[in-house]
C-alpha cells in the first residue's frame, strides 16, 4: 500500500464517518417510523426520565365497591409490573391521591415504536383474562374455564413461531394444579384446531392450542407488543378497578445530567484521541478512526435497533466502557512501538503487539458480555440500563480492538515508514 493509497482510504472513511454523525445526530434527518420531531438514531434511544423529557398520564380511578381488593395500593403495584414487564420502565413514578393518579413515563419511543400516549392508553386496560372453550368466538360467562382470579394461572413466558410467511408470538401459560385439573379435563391438544379461545376485558383476542404433554397453554398473538401485554395480565393480574385516561402532560425536565454527560463524553473522547496522536503519531489515528466508528455504532444499534431505558447508570457504563477500551488499544499500541524499537518490521511488529494483547482482550470483554446479561435479565431501574449498557460496549469495544484497530494500522502504515518517529518513536 502507498502512501496516496492510505490517505485516500482514511478520506473516505472520514467521509462515512462525517456522513453517518450527521445521520445520527442531527434532528429531522431520518424519517423513520411515526415519531414525528423524534426520528434521528440518537433521539430514538429510550432515554430514562433521568436524562430525558418526560410525558405525565393523568387518570380517574374508579375501584369496585364491597371488594376489598380493588385498593389504589393494588392498581399502583399492578402498574408498576406491567410498566416493567412490556416496556421495561422499572420503578416508574406513579403517585395517587383520592380518584385521580399519576404516571411519568419517558417520552422517547420504546422498541415497538409506540409513543408514550399510546403506552398510557394501552397501560390502564383492566386486564382480565380469561380461558373460553370454543363453543363460541363471542364472549359468555357461560364459556369461561380458566381465570387468574380463580386461581389456574401460574406463570407465563414469551416465545415467536415462524410458519411460511406468518410469524406467530406466543405467549406460554403454565398452570397450577387447580387449572392442571379443568385443562386436562375440559380440553383436547388439536395440531391444527384451537383448543379454546383467549378473552381480555370479556372480548375474544386469541386462540389458544393446549399442550397436553406438559399441560400448558400456548396463546397465539400477532406481535410482540402483544404477546409481552398479555403476559403481564397473566402474570400480575388485572387492575381490578377502571382507569380513565383524562389528560397528557409533558413534563419539563432539567437536562443538566444529559448535559452532563454528553460533555463529559466529549472530553473523554476528544482527551483520547489527542493521546493517541501525541502518544502514538501515525499508529495512533488507527485508534481515533476505531473509536469514532464505535461510538457511532452505538448510538445506531441504541436508536435504530433496541435499547431497554438508557438512564444515568447506562450512561456511566458507556464512559467506564469507553475508558476501556481506550487502555486496552494503548497496550496494543505501546506493544508495537516497543517491537519496533527493537528494530522489528512495521508487519512483524503490528501482528506480534496485538497478539500478545489477544488473551486478556478475550477475558475482558468477556467477563463485560456476561455481567452485562445478567444485569440485563434483573428487572430493575439500575441494572437493565447498567446491564445493556455493558453488553453494547463489550461487544462494540471487541470489535474496535480486535479488528478495527488491526485494519487502520495496516492502513496508516506508509504514514510512518519513511521515519519511525512518525510513530511516536524517538532512536
Not at 406467530?168 to 379461545?197: P, R
Not at 437536562?255 to 463529559?264: E, K, M, T
Not at 469507553?322 to 488499544?329: E, K, W
Request: proline fraction near 1%; include cysteine.
Amino acid at each position: 500500500m502507498t502512501k496516496n493509497t492510505s490517505i485516500v482510504l482514511l478520506s473516505i472513511f472520514t467521509a462515512l464517518i462525517l456522513f453517518v454523525g450527521v445521520f445520527s445526530f442531527l434532528p429531522g434527518g431520518l424519517q423513520y417510523g411515526q415519531y414525528n420531531e423524534y426520528n434521528s438514531p440518537s433521539s430514538l434511544i429510550q432515554l430514562g426520565a433521568d436524562l430525558g423529557q418526560s410525558v405525565k398520564g393523568v387518570y380517574n380511578v374508579e375501584l369496585v365497591e364491597d371488594d376489598e381488593t380493588s385498593t389504589l395500593e393494588n392498581v399502583q403495584k399492578v402498574l408498576n409490573n406491567r410498566l416493567g414487564s412490556v416496556y421495561s420502565y422499572y420503578n416508574t413514578p406513579i403517585s395517587a391521591e383520592g380518584s385521580v393518579l399519576e404516571i411519568s413515563i419517558p417520552k422517547t419511543s420504546n422498541k415497538e415504536n409506540s409513543s408514550a400516549e399510546a403506552i398510557l392508553n394501552a397501560i390502564g386496560s383492566n386486564g382480565v383474562v380469561e380461558i373460553l372453550t370454543t363453543q363460541s368466538s363471542s364472549y359468555s360467562a357461560e364459556n369461561v374455564l380458566m381465570s387468574y382470579a380463580e386461581g389456574h394461572f401460574k406463570n407465563a413466558s414469551t416465545s415467536r413461531y415462524v410458519n411460511g410467511d406468518q410469524v406467530f408470538y406466543i405467549v406460554k401459560i403454565t398452570l397450577t394444579k387447580d387449572g392442571q385439573k379443568v385443562a386436562s379435563e375440559s380440553l383436547s391438544s388439536y395440531a391444527s384446531n384451537w383448543s379454546a379461545y383467549c378473552s381480555v376485558d370479556q372480548v375474544v383476542s386469541y386462540g389458544v392450542v393446549y399442550s397436553s404433554t406438559d399441560k400448558t397453554l400456548q396463546v397465539y398473538t400477532n406481535s410482540q407488543l402483544q404477546a409481552d401485554t398479555l403476559k403481564s395480565f397473566v402474570k400480575f393480574g388485572s387492575l381490578n378497578a377502571t382507569l380513565t385516561l383524562n389528560e397528557t402532560l409533558d413534563v419539563e425536565s432539567n437536562n443538566l445530567s444529559a448535559i452532563i454527560f454528553l460533555v463529559v463524553l466529549a472530553v473523554v473522547v476528544l482527551a483520547s484521541w489527542a493521546l493517541f496522536y501525541v502518544r502514538y503519531r501515525a499508529l495512533g489515528i488507527a485508534g481515533i478512526f476505531s473509536s469514532a466508528i464505535a461510538v457511532l455504532a452505538f448510538v445506531l444499534f441504541g436508536g435504530l435497533v433496541y435499547y431497554s431505558v438508557f438512564n444515568l447508570f447506562g450512561a456511566i457504563a458507556v464512559i467506564l466502557g469507553y475508558c476501556g477500551f481506550v487502555y486496552l488499544t494503548m497496550r496494543a499500541f505501546d506493544g508495537i512501538q516497543a517491537l519496533l524499537a527493537d528494530g522489528k518490521s512495521y508487519q512483524s511488529a503490528k501482528q506480534m503487539g496485538f497478539a500478545q494483547e489477544n488473551i486478556l482482550n478475550l477475558i475482558v470483554h468477556g467477563a463485560l458480555l456476561v455481567l452485562g446479561i445478567i444485569l440485563w435479565l434483573i428487572p430493575t431501574a439500575v441494572t437493565v440500563g447498567l446491564g445493556n449498557a455493558l453488553v453494547y460496549v463489550a461487544v462494540l469495544s471487541f470489535v474496535a480492538t480486535m479488528g478495527l484497530n488491526r485494519m487502520f494500522a495496516a492502513i496508516v502504515r506508509p504514514l510512518g515508514e519513511e521515519n519511525v518517529a512518525n510513530f511516536g518513536i524517538n532512536k
